[in-house]
């Protein structure tokens, strides 16, 4: 409960330099009296100046410092709630605003916005409109309750409920609603995203492992045609080898020629020797018949016969030369053909040894090339970087899918929220279940005043005013008295709820000139009731003209006006029994 002690002011309106101050908690009621453009309403513009930061009346901030000082305008109040007892200072012209705790200012760094905000949300529990309907009855610009649009008697009923909590709710709810659906909506751009990564890479991939593919094959081939060489050589080499092997034993053969050739050309020389021997000797007994030695004549028969023999062993010399020359060409043919041989053996043995190294590049190369097939094969490093990339996107995706399910966990959870946050969710219930308390109240206070009308607000907060012997009526068709009576029964209802509800209450209520004018005699001792109606808790202070209401209220406080400031005066009476009877 906040229970308000004390409020003063200076330079506020017609209020002068030296501070105005009213007790508010010192009678259960008091009667605030003056003549007109006095000051008294001006105590409404101090009250919700000093908790709102604006006046009750809908006036400039500017316009509420005093004309004449035109400057140092403030306004204190005194609170308690619970234990904390909260002072607050306003001021204007400079601007002032502090709020106190317990002897120690709060929150001097934060904004005058934010300070605000935490005043009304965390200490008042209450904003202007929901005070001004439960603290004040007005007469002057207050819009009476009857007379607000849907829109803002949902709110005060909210605040009096305290279930403006849930409009809040609802509101951040609307902002992570907000940032739900964008999360979504990002989530799911980043999965298109990832997904055509997915299949860039897979294709990219396959590309890859085609053209793998086709490198292997091709290798393959370049190792079976190596192969192919590789066999065609060692044919080869068999049929060299087997052809060196007829060729040495066809060589076997003329191996000796050589030897035997010269044997034949030793005896061909010697041959010869001996026939220019033989040759001269002939020749000798052809030429000579006298003994050059012994000068002896030689005879004819002698002669003859060293002739005639002589001749025949050259014939047969001649004879066996012949034949030895053609034995020599024989065996020189035979010589020939062993060079011939010898070199085509040479000439095989190379075309082995070429071919043999011929088959050792061949190898070479199949087992080069079987290496590289290997590679392709499996510890591709490129394929393998490739593949880890595709995990690594493939694990990516995963996590976005999670991330979208949570977040569309969450979009669910979300709109059974919104759902049940909006004003026709738990709002509406715990309003229906007030609902008929505050009908009931509406109509016994309405009743307590005489005024007998059947009262309903429904959940929109339409009302229907049905009359005994009227069907239906609006809120306009009443008299200004018959208004002013129902908006005193809806004021008591909010702080009657309010107080059930222990959401707002104060023990201050002010009516500001509802007994003047609209009410009449009865209306007028209605007031009776009124001030009786409430508990030790009340302070009600009633602005009025009527000084003869005088001894109905505990204390008067008069308000004057001076040399052109404002002025107060307070009594205190001593009996209150006129309130009694
Ligand atoms: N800025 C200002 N400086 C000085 N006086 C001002 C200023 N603004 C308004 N006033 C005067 O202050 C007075 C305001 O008085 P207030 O409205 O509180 O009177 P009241 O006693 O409630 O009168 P009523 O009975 O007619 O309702 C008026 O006389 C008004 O002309
Ligand atoms: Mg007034």
Known sequence: MIHFRKIRWKNLLSTGNTFSEVDLSATRNTLIVGANGSGKSTILDALTFSLFGKPFRKISKSMLINSVNEKDTVVEIDFTIGNKEYHIIRGIKPNKFEIHCNGKMMDQNAKAVDQQKNLEQNILKMNFKSFTQIVVLGSSTFVPFMR???????????????????????????????????????????????????????????????????????????????????????????????????????????????????????????????????????????????????????????????????????????????????????????????????????????????????????????????????????????????????????????????????????????????????????????IKTYLPTMNKLINQYLQSMDFYVNFTLDENFDETIKSRYRDVFTYESFSEGEKARIDIALLLTWRSVAKLKNSVDTNLLILDEIFDSSLDQSGASDLGWILRNFDDNTNVFVISHKEQLNDKFDRTINVSKDKNYSTIEETVHELTHALVG
Not at 365 to 386: C, F, M, R, W
Not at 412 to 425: E, P, Q, T, Y
């Open 148 to 430: 607000l649009p849907s829109v803002q008697r949902r709110e005060i009923i909210e605040d009096i409920l305290d279930i403006q909590v849930f409009s809040i709710m609802n509101q951040r709810l609307k902002d992570r609603v907000k940032d739900n659906s964008n999360e979504i909506k990002d989530l799911d751009y980043d999965m298109h995203l990832l997904t055509e990564k997915i299949e860039l890479q897979k294709k990219y991939m396959f590309e890859l492992e085609k053209k793998n593919k086709e490198e292997i094959d091709r290798k393959r081939e370049k190792i079976t045609d190596a192969e192919q060489e590789e066999l065609e050589t060692n044919g080869e080499i068999q049929r060299l080898v087997d052809n060196v092997q007829s060729l040495n034993e066809e060589l076997e053969d003329y191996s000796k020629s050589v030897d035997k050739l010269d044997k034949l050309n030793t005896i061909l020389i010697k041959l010869n020797q001996k026939l220019q021997t033989c040759k001269k000797e002939h020749k000798f007994f052809e030429d000579n018949h006298v003994c050059p030695t012994c000068t002896q004549d030689l005879s004819d028969e002698f002669r003859h016969g060293m002739l005639e023999s002589g001749q025949s062993k050259l014939d047969e010399m001649y004879g066996g030369y012949e034949e030895l020359t053609t034995t020599i060409d024989t065996e020189k043919k035979r010589h020939d053909k062993f060079v011939e041989l010898s070199k085509k053996v040479t000439e095989s043995n190379a075309a082995i040894s070429q071919a043999n190294y011929r088959l050792v590049t061949i190898r070479k190369t199949v087992n080069d090339i079987h290496s590289e097939v290997l590679e392709l094969e499996g510890s591709n490093p490129d394929k393998k970087a490739e593949f880890v990339k595709l995990e690594s996107l493939v694990a990516e995706k995963k996590d976005l899918k999670q991330s979208t399910i949570e977040c569309k966990k969450d979009r669910d959870v979300l709109s059974a929220a919104i759902a049940l946050l909006k004003d026709s969710g738990i709002k509406t219930r715990i």
